[in-house]
Nanobody, 126 residues
């Protein structure tokens, strides 16, 4: 069973940086996608950044150039480096792991991700 745990959230001022960490287990290590999502109060959950087993990456347009997703394969870790943070980035951030690789690459579809973390809060003040 897929297990996902994320951490690293906190409160920062506009323009600051945070690095989120996620550890995942139980997914298909030979072919997979790992992604970060976020959800602000009153809004739907949206994809932020994704990475697959080939280390291809994809991002939401709103975070391109500011956020960087990376992974540490031997330790089954995925990270989200967030720079130049803005108040609009305030949200609960979730790490998710796919159930396979057939369709997940480049995708932020909820249907492709079977394992979800508990969330870590990011708050950016102006």
């Amino acid at each position: 069973q897929v297990r996902v745990v994320e951490s690293g959230g906190g409160s920062v001022q506009s323009g600051g940086s945070l690095r989120l960490s996620c550890t995942a287990s139980g997914y298909t290590y030979s072919g997979y996608c790992l992604a970060w999502f976020r959800q602000a109060p009153g809004l739907e959950r949206e994809g932020v950044a994704g990475i697959d087993s080939d280390s291809s990456t994809w991002y939401a347009e709103s975070v391109k150039g500011r956020f960087t997703i990376s992974q540490d394969k031997p330790n089954h870790m995925v990270y989200l480096q967030m720079d130049s943070l803005k108040p609009d980035d305030t949200a609960m951030y979730y790490c998710a792991a796919s159930s396979g690789y057939d369709y997940c690459s480049g995708s932020f579809s909820d249907d492709e991700y079977s394992g979800w973390g508990q969330g870590t809060q990011v708050t950016v003040s102006s």
